[in-house]
């Protein structure tokens, strides 16, 4: 079962616009959420992370919003560049085996392209 | 570079040879973990150390797969006896303290033929 979706596959923008990437969850025992970037032939790169205490986090262009009762959160990007153009995967947390332990839960991924 | 490193970045090999794969993460970092990704998924979680201790394996880490993590440094995973299906990104990522920011290698790409 998936329990971190990104339903959108791919999303177009142009430069300069907002970029909006949209990420659903089914497990309430996320407590952590996580955005990371992703080029081609390259590891993840750790974007923006928020806590489920908190509903809004901000860093430079880059605002991650969490709906908890919605289960649902999203990353903003304003104004995107080329450069933002990348593979976006959303994260969980969940502790498990006793709380010590933590493994990151992923979404499949949406492509952005931002045309200049 | 003080990153996480992987080696080999790339790995083609016949179906029933044992591979292995190396990570060396971050120094001061004590925790590592694997996670595999597949074509058209996101990374999926395989096992993670805590120092040299594995804590958590994943149910998708047969008999055939083994990983250690001998002095809390670099780890290496073990696949023997590969299958066709073992062909994917194999990612290691490390953290200092709580999980909240994992920071990934470029990753070990196995192709299985």
């Known amino acids: 079962d998936q329990q971190v979706k990104q339903n959108s596959p791919s999303l177009s923008v142009q430069e300069g616009r907002i970029s909006i990437l949209n990420c659903d969850y089914t497990?309430?025992?996320?407590?952590?959420f996580l955005w990371y970037k992703k080029y081609p032939a390259e590891g993840p790169t750790f974007l923006i992370s928020?806590?489920?205490?908190?509903d809004k986090n901000e860093d430079g262009r880059f605002t991650v919003f969490l709906n908890k009762s919605a289960k649902h959160l999203s990353l903003h990007i304003v104004p995107s560049q080329p450069g933002d153009s990348a593979v976006y995967f959303c994260?969980?947390?969940?502790?498990?085996?006793?709380?010590?332990?933590?493994?990151?839960?992923f979404g499949k991924g949406t492509l952005l392209t931002v045309n200049p | 570079d003080t990153g996480v490193s992987q080696d080999p970045r790339h790995k083609i090999t016949k179906r029933g040879q044992n591979v292995t794969f190396r990570c060396d993460p971050i120094?001061?970092?004590?925790?590592l973990y694997w996670y595999r990704q597949t074509l058209g998924q996101g990374p999926e979680f395989l096992t993670y150390?805590?120092?040299?201790?594995?804590?958590?394996k994943s149910r998708l880490l047969s008999d055939r797969f083994s990983a250690e993590r001998p002095k809390g440094s670099f780890s290496t995973l073990e696949i023997q006896r590969t299958e066709q299906g073992d062909s994917a990104m194999y990612l290691c990522?490390?953290?200092?303290?709580?999980?909240?920011?994992?920071?990934f290698g470029p990753g070990t790409r196995l192709t299985v033929l």
């Open positions: 990522a490390s953290s200092l303290g709580l999980p909240n920011e994992q920071f």
């Open positions: 497990n309430s025992m996320f407590d952590y």
């Open positions: 928020i806590s489920s205490i908190k």
């Open positions: 994260a969980a947390i969940s502790a498990v085996s006793g709380g010590s332990n933590y493994k990151l839960t």
């Open positions: 120094s001061e970092h004590n925790r």
């Open positions: 150390f805590q120092n040299e201790a594995q804590l958590e």
